[in-house]
């Protein structure tokens, strides 16, 4: 019943186009992924890259929060958060307002979009004493910033505008990351892994 639920979120429209969601509640619990790693699900890849020896990137672990959006009203029900346990380039500073490179070299997500997106995310500092920036780029140029604060959970969007791309997310700091969707994903059948609890 869980995995036709799934489907049925996976095809929502939205403004005419589908949104694909990804909430971490409902994926597996995972220890992580390792240097040069990666695992794709319904189109979301989670990328350890150059992270040397370690292996904490993308850590799902039980971890129950609720949520009120303050622009929709939805309510939220969480159980699980997915852990960056990173930033997403060598030399980042929680201070940092813009990444240094457009490109993650380390502990980022990407996905392919035919084109414009819209991209909604629910997640919160990975800090109690700091708040740290989400960023989505298209590579080459920055696409937005979500600011999350230290305590609660909170929510952002961001727009793209422009042809098909790979989109990557990445934070400056540690982010725990609770649900995500984007509209005009391009979801393939090839190396995409079911890691949904059953």
């Known amino acids: 019943m869980r995995k036709i639920l ?11 186009f589908a949104q694909t969601v990804w909430n971490f509640s409902d994926f597996a619990t995972s220890t992580g992924i390792g240097t040069d790693q990666s695992v794709n699900i319904n189109g979301l890849s989670i990328n350890g890259g150059s992270m040397g020896t370690k292996t904490d990137m993308g850590v799902i672990e039980a971890n129950s929060k609720s949520f009120t959006s ?5 309510n939220f029900t969480f159980t699980q958060r997915f852990k960056y346990n990173g930033a997403g380039y060598g030399g980042a500073a929680a201070s940092d307002v813009t990444p240094t490179v457009m490109m993650p070299t380390q502990r980022y997500l990407s996905f392919q979009v035919a084109g414009n997106s819209t991209i909604y995310v629910i997640g919160a500092s990975g800090s ?6 989400l960023f989505v780029t298209d590579g080459t140029a920055l696409i937005g910033t979500v600011n999350f604060p230290d305590t609660p959970l909170s929510e952002g969007t961001f727009t ?12 400056n700091a540690s982010i725990n990351m609770y649900y ?7 979801v393939s059948s090839v190396n995409n892994t079911n890691i949904h609890k059953t």
Do not use: D, E, H, K
């Open 128 to 133: 109690s004493g700091s708040s740290r920036n």
């Open 6 to 16: 799934l489907l049925a979120l996976v095809a929502i429209s939205l403004n005419g």
């Open 70 to 74: 303050p622009t929709t009203t939805t």
């Open 160 to 171: 793209y505008t422009g042809p098909a791309a790979t989109l990557y997310m990445f934070c």
């Open 180 to 186: 995500i969707t984007a509209t005009n994903v391009v």
